[in-house]
């Protein structure tokens, strides 16, 4: 199994920049695809990025996301970020990182959460 941490929340200003981290631990070596999600008040969990974590570095973007978001991650260090720019008070949410081991079920391993809070 797959522990994630996420770290890097916190309450911002609108326009401003903030970098989430996630740490993985244990079965890291089944991670296929890593990605962030959020869940903002009174509102479903939507899909915020992804990107391969073996075999290259492909990323995919939801449209709220692209061009204000990157993700990136560090296969030595077993972390995935997610650099978050210009954020707006709509990005306040919960963020949480998730890992696809490639077991057919999508998404299994999720973190605990990182609050997001953007004040205008």
């Known amino acids: 199994q797959v522990q994630l941490v996420e770290s890097g929340g916190g309450l911002v200003q609108a326009g401003a920049s903030l970098t989430l981290s996630c740490a993985a631990s244990?079965?890291?070596?089944?991670?296929?695809?890593m990605g962030w999600f959020r869940r903002a008040p009174g509102k479903e969990r939507e899909f915020v990025a992804q990107?391969?974590?073996?075999?290259?570095?492909?990323?995919y973007y939801a449209d709220s996301a692209k061009g204000r978001f990157t993700i990136s991650k560090d296969n030595a260090k077993d972390a995935v970020y997610l650099q978050m720019h210009r954020v707006e008070r709509e990005d306040t949410a919960v963020y949480y990182c998730?890992?696809?081991?490639?077991?057919?079920?999508?998404?299994?391993?999720w973190g605990q959460g990182t609050q997001v809070t953007v004040s205008s």
């Open positions: 244990g079965r890291t070596f089944d991670m296929h695809i």
């Open positions: 990107i391969l974590w073996n075999g290259g570095a492909s990323t």
């Open positions: 998730a890992a696809d081991v490639a077991d057919g079920k999508g998404y299994t391993c």
